[in-house]
């Protein structure tokens, strides 16, 4: 090369040529992806549901739960998600199209969590196991979140929120532990979680259409 | 580079001898304009690299002690590992390689360094960004994409930074000299327009135009793979070509490879973030393209590596020498390891098993620290005293930053991508249960912390190296500080 415009042609062209095939053309063809919609049973998938999902998932981001949970499954070829019982089907672009923030994650510290809400639906379980994860899934090495809990006393009856802790866990009587608004909302999304209803591009194997 | 003027014809003898010194002289005043600019770059990056170093031992610490500083909602894994990462991205990694951006710039395109201001204003606004951004995820503002975590109001801060730097290096360049443009340049040119791009596109796409669903983990792994590969890659690349040379004293072996590598790298690079997202929710061209691409990169790296072999051949001794050798080799051989690992573990047999696991922190921390970090390093133990107008103080010290950078960093590496390996292949079998594949990664994640602990070992003995050039106690200027007595005039 003589002369270095030439060079620069060069330089912007590969970039653009890069950029344009793996960021435009993706953004053409899933960008703007819409539910499904079963015109005979009026049945739509996903569902915008909003509300205290989307500020759970907002403490989901500011905590960065994803650097240790993925929220994708992938399909039989792909892996053992699907044996491990992570969800029925694998997930696809539409799964997603509500998500504001898409956590599909790329590290499993912890299990998946695509589909968390369908398959633990108890929530005195997640504050149980964001307290101490230790106390429900002995040898995890999820860190504690106590700081999204508030211990306060008993003014006349326990609170309905209060969290059923055991062992030394259990705060002294007299006194009752209750997840805060952000431990509220985050298991609020953590419930909302379900990818499991059948797509056309994602139909759901046979026998999981039995178990339904 | 600067070699032209000693091939004049032998009438002009005298005048040579005199055409050299003035290029001394001229390369002196071009290193003196760059003073002030380039060590502020470094010393900010020092700065965040020890700031780095504590986030990343805390975050290591918790992955086998998942209690350690639990209480405190700022240091729960979740933001310390981001902080963590970027710290080393943009406050270590990103300034130290514009330092030496610049300096190889004023260098290669032979002028002074003018408008410093622009450079100065540049850093402190970057610092402030990177403060600003790091403050943010650590009280819970992340965006919530990996490596793009900065709340907004930082990238804006960030993205003014960068331009003051950008204006002042395409005056740079088109100020330049007459003459060939060498190859370190073009890596050079490219990044400095790479960033802008990529910073931009990523964030403007995320949180301006707020793309749906899975395109965000497009953009995030498109973003991601470039930033290393492409942007630290290009200033990494430019380091090694120049230093290699420079220091040997032998020119590069084949230019004609070096601008193979260099189209092919331009060509192939920007492609390779969406393998990672093989078997994910995307449609199953786009890690396909992303495989592809990462095939093709074995002529980038068999280009780069021929003519590096070529290039030292000989001069292998020097890696005993010259601590600016022994880091860019390290550096260098890193790079052409990390490329292969990239391209075995783009396979989708090899994929569907290193995926979600601690290989790909292997694979990071192979390209930001073991490739980039340690060329910064050789480059700024060549570049610093010829800005200070000293040698460094103790040899002994930087003996002590290379090999506890050189072992630690290669433990944890060989440990992430080892457990990366274990752990996937027991996740990948569903007769394990996913909690004894989380037990199975506990001494791994120990060792890690061990390494971590050499790593900050390391990084103490470099900073207080660095500290007294800058505070002026190193040796007089002349005889290089060198890890051993070398024959010939020293470098």
Known sequence: ?212 | MSVAVTTKPAPLEAATVSLAEIDQVDRALIDASASGPVLFFYTTAITWLLASTVFGLIASIKLHQPEFLGGWSFLTYGRIRPAYVDTLVYGWACPAGMGTLIWLMVRLCRVSLRRPALLVFGNIFWNIGVTAGIVGILIGQSQGHELLEFPSYAVAILFIAYSLMAVWGVAVFQSRRPGHVYISLWYLVGALFWFPWLYGTANLMLSVLHVRGVMQAIVTCWFGANLIGLWMGAIGLASIYYFIPKVTGRPVASYHLATIGFWTFALFYPWLGSARLAGGPVPVWIPTLGIAASIMTIVTLATITVNFAMTMRGSYNMVYHSPTIRFTFYGAVAFIVSGIIGIIGSFRSVGRITQFTMFSSGELHLGVYAFFSMTMFGAIYYIAPRLVGCEWLSASMIRMHFWASAYGIGLMIILLLISGLAQGASMDNIAQPFTSVIDMGQPYMRGNTIAWVVLAVGHAFFTVNFLLMILRFGKPAGQATLFAPMEGDGH
């Open chain 1, 1 to 212: 090369m003589k002369t270095f415009p030439a060079v620069f042609a060069g330089i912007f062209a590969t970039f653009a040529i890069g950029w344009a095939g793996a960021v435009m053309i993706p953004q053409f063809q899933v960008g703007s992806l819409e539910p499904q919609v079963d015109e005979d049973l009026g049945d739509v998938y996903p569902v915008n549901i909003g509300g205290i999902a989307d500020q759970g998932r907002q403490v989901y981001k500011s905590e960065g739960c994803f650097y240790c949970h993925s929220q994708q499954v992938r399909g039989q070829y792909d892996g053992t998600d699907i044996e491990r019982g992570w969800g029925a089907r694998r997930t696809v672009a539409r799964d997603y199209i509500y998500d504001t923030t898409t956590f599909l994650g790329s590290m499993r510290n912890g299990p998946d969590l695509a589909n968390i809400g369908e398959r633990s639906k108890v929530a005195d379980w997640h504050y149980r196991h964001l307290y101490d994860p230790r106390s429900v899934t002995p040898g995890s090495i999820m860190p504690p979140f106590r700081f999204l809990f508030i211990k306060r006393k008993i003014q006349g009856q326990r609170s309905v929120d209060a969290v059923n802790l055991q062992g030394p866990d259990a705060p002294e009587p007299g006194y009752e532990i209750v997840p805060n608004a952000d431990a509220k909302a985050l298991v609020g999304y953590l419930l909302s979680l379900d990818r499991s209803h059948a797509l056309k591009e994602a139909p759901l194997p046979p026998e999981a259409k039995k178990a339904k």
